[in-house]
């Protein structure tokens, strides 16, 4: 426990909070790097489940791909990645590898999201009248916000927890001060930053939470869907674990609201 | 009743194979074979597999445990006797041990790294062979701004030092080149890829080590250190005291036959021409009559 | 490749290495998110409880969890140990969400059937919860397992050996072909694993081969 201590003492000095290397530098930093990554991600991530969601076709590519974004350490991507586009490029390397890893969890986020929706929902619109696109965006986008939020929130997770690595080849972020710490042996420097590391994403995780929450259509939300859903599977012992997002999510999304 | 048994059966399995593979991992060596360790550093990874192979050649069992990180991560086992053998330098092994020597010329630095050793540690000879921080600049940048040593940064505006993060906190880092020169720098932890960014000019000071093959491939020119504020390093084999008796016949001419150019073109091999570890000890022992 | 050809052996050990360190979060990890996971769905009041914790635990990431853990267990950062411990964090922090949702998905009819049959609690569990709950809890094991195998790379940093060795070696040595193996068999090794857990399944859950994935309500 004295290590916690005196990673707090190191926390509260002021040395901490001004100049080069600050706190507040590096979880900026940080934050940036994951939301510069979590914004190029959904660019190409979020039209692209959509589509396949609404036109139902590629599914099961998309189930492989989320696997297989899994199997790949991300670690070694960047290192890859840094190697081959060379150290003056190791911003763009970096994000590179941290869009890819947010892809997957947007992408099944996107699809569930519209694959959840019951076709019943669809043919009253179209019976309404609505045109294919305002199908889209008036039924589609809204009643899908909750699982793609949920896309969004294991994307932000996975590309969070990896930006703490990128320091390692020379980029800053929360990760800069456990990776210096190590070799220095300052335990009260890598137990303090992994401690605001932790307050970070789990802030992060908490917004995004609430988000999902808000966003979720009062009719979704009590539950109509969840009915809907099991009458029209049938099996209850779908493999649901590979499709969709961060594996927490995964299950939910097919169940029932967080 | 026979799902049951089967789901009970390779549970077992599995915790069985789990457990068995986990006491693999935990198993360390017995005392009988020289544990032979190296540092999570490729060079240094050379050094050891030479005296790995040079111990085997004269008989010996040995056993190898590279890569094993940091000083953190194995002078603990280094310590404990779990480890028997580890190439070290001089330099940088005293001022882990001793924060606040004053030491920087290689006899001074190498007798007071046997007093600071622990219990149950010996220093061997030393080599002629170093592999030290250094700092360096593009043949461009010495010769545009005529330097020769490091006190000759001392008037220049806007340099960037690069390095390992642990550098910034170092006591020869950008606080040490202030102090001791007066020289202003800011810093990049450009970590591995530091003679990259050195060359592709987003650093414009560089901490090599001054084994890198890389100084001489891409004509950097290494400052002088007039005012000693980097410790000599040299080569130096730390071994167990149970051992060291043992193993100093052997290891100490090797030490003697390693010069510093020797031991750049080691690393040279290694990064070059990508070969093993193993195949450059091999060839370096005999071709140095070993 | 010839850095390929001339290092067949050290990658080999290293995957065999880094194959031995994934094994045990794995398992361990599965065997200690049943009951959790079970004790959740079946106490709802613990559920908010015992969910809640682990989705704590998933937040963290993965080098601040090997910072953590040496103080809080007492041992050495630079340990596999630390290591291991922290992937069996994430694996019950992944898995216990699953087996929650597993075994809330089976049919209470099916529940009751067994006890009319005349299963007490405990064999009821083995004989049909958990049987019923097999193929979802695999699927979570999957996951799980894959996740494993990609995170012990991050060992690298605190010097445990694995496949994570070629990225930092080759990135020092800046040879390509060496870090593009790293990630090549990190990948590999990653698929074996969730390979060999689906002809595990089959063999446990024969049944399960049988009119699985429901056809979805799209196109």
Redesign the interface.
């Known amino acids: 426990m004295d290590l916690f201590l005196d990673a707090l003492v190191w926390l509260l000095s002021p040395e901490q909070y001004t100049g080069e290397g600050s706190l507040p530098q590096r979880t900026l930093e940080h934050l940036s790097y994951t939301a510069s990554a979590t914004v190029l991600a959904a660019l190409f991530a979020l039209p692209i489940g959509y589509f396949i969601g609404h036109t139902g076709k590629g599914g099961t590519w998309i189930v492989a791909m989320t696997g297989a974004a899994r199997a790949l350490p991300s670690f070694g991507l960047i290192l890859l990645l840094v190697l081959l586009l060379g150290v003056s490029q190791r911003v763009t390397a970096s994000l590179i590898a941290l869009v890819l890893l947010g892809i997957p969890p947007l992408m099944a986020g996107a699809y569930s999201g519209m694959q959840q929706i019951p076709r019943s929902t669809i043919d009253a619109a179209r019976a309404q009248g609505m045109t294919e696109w305002q199908i889209v965006w008036r039924v589609e986008v809204p009643v899908s916000l909750p699982l793609v939020l949920g896309g969004l929130r294991g994307a932000v997770l996975q590309i969070v927890a990896t930006a703490t690595l990128v320091a390692y080849v020379g980029l800053g972020g929360l990760g800069y001060d456990i990776i210096q710490g190590i070799p220095l042996r300052r335990f009260d420097q890598t137990i303090g930053t992994a401690l605001v590391i932790v307050v970070v994403a789990l802030a992060l995780d908490a917004m995004l939470a609430l988000a999902t929450r808000v966003a979720t259509p009062r009719g979704v939300r009590q539950g109509r869907l969840d009915d809907v859903r099991a009458r029209e599977s049938g099996s209850r012992s779908a493999p649901v674990a590979t499709v969709a997002s961060s594996p927490e999510k995964e299950i939910t999304q097919q169940r029932k609201n967080t | 009743m026979t799902m049951r048994k089967k789901m009970t059966g390779l549970a077992g399995l599995a915790l069985t194979a789990g457990l068995i593979m986990s006491g693999c991992a935990a198993d360390t060596g017995s005392d009988e074979p020289i544990v032979v360790g190296s540092q999570g550093y490729y060079s240094n990874e050379i050094i050891a597999e030479i005296y790995a192979q040079a111990l085997e050649g004269a008989g010996f069992e040995v056993e190898r445990q590279f890569q094993i990180g940091q000083r953190d991560a194995y002078l603990p086992e280094l310590e404990s006797g779990a480890v028997d053998l580890f190439p070290e330098y001089t330099g940088n092994l005293l001022q882990y041990y001793s924060p606040e020597t004053t030491a920087t010329q290689a006899d001074e630095v190498y007798a007071e790294l046997a007093g600071a050793l622990p219990e149950g540690l010996i220093a061997l000879d030393m080599s002629p062979a170093t592999d030290q921080d250094s700092y360096n600049v593009t043949a461009e940048f010495a010769t545009a701004n005529s330097l020769v040593s490091i006190a000759d940064l001392a008037g220049l505006d806007g340099l960037v030092l690069g390095g390992n993060p642990e550098l910034e906190e170092r006591p020869y880092g950008p606080a040490g080149l202030l102090e001791t020169y007066g020289v202003t720098v800011g810093f990049d932890a450009t970590g591995d890829v530091t003679v990259d960014a050195l060359l592709d000019g987003l650093i414009t000071l560089a901490n090599v080590y001054s084994g890198d093959p890389r100084i001489a491939e891409f004509g950097l020119v290494t400052l002088a250190d007039p005012e000693g504020l980097f410790l000599a390093s040299n080569v130096v084999p730390i071994a167990s005291s149970e051992i060291a008796d043992a193993v100093a016949e052997i290891i100490n001419p090797i030490s003697a036959a390693l010069t510093p150019e020797g031991l750049v073109a080691l690393n040279l091999q290694s990064t070059k021409d990508q070969m093993s570890a193993a195949d450059i000890a091999a060839e370096w022992l005999a071709a140095n009559g070993f | 490749m ?2 390929l050809a ?2 067949w052996a ?1 990658v080999g050990a290293l995957s065999l290495d880094h194959a ?2 994934s ?2 979060p794995i ?2 990890g599965f ?1 200690i998110s049943l009951p959790l996971g079970w004790l959740a769905q079946r106490f709802p009041i613990t559920r908010g409880f015992v969910l809640g914790g ?3 635990l ?8 090997f ?2 853990l040496p ?1 809080l267990l007492g041992i ?3 340990s ?1 140990l630390n290591v ?1 411990i922290a992937l069996t964090v994430y694996a019950v ?2 898995m216990v ?2 087996v929650a ?2 075994f809330a ?3 209470p009819s099916a529940l009751r059937s067994a006890t009319a049959v005349g299963y007490a609690e405990w064999g009821r569990f ?2 049909v919860e ?3 709950a ?3 809890l ?3 094991l ?3 397992a ?2 494993t ?3 012990v ?2 060992g ?4 445990i ?1 694995s ?14 072909p ?3 193996t ?2 090549v068999m ?2 590999l090794v ?2 074996v694993f ?1 390979a060999v857990l689906v002809v ?1 399944g089959r ?2 859950m024969p049944w ?1 081969l049988v ?4 056809q ?4």
């Open positions: 010839d850095w001339n290092n050290l031995r360190i094994v045990i398992v361990v065997l682990v989705g704590v998933y937040t963290i990431p993965s080098l601040a969890l910072m953590l103080p050495s950062v630079l596999e291991i922090a992944i969400r699953t949702d597993a998905s089976i049919e083995f004989a958990l049987p019923l097999g193929p979802v695999l699927a979570g999957r996951v799980v894959v996740s195998v990609s995170m790379t991050v690298a940093l605190v010097g050996q496949l994570g060795y070629l990225f930092t070696d080759g990135f020092q040595r800046r040879i390509v060496e870090v593009m790293g990630v990190t990948f990653a698929l969730d595990l063999i446990i399960s009119g699985h994935t429901p979805r309500g799209g196109a």
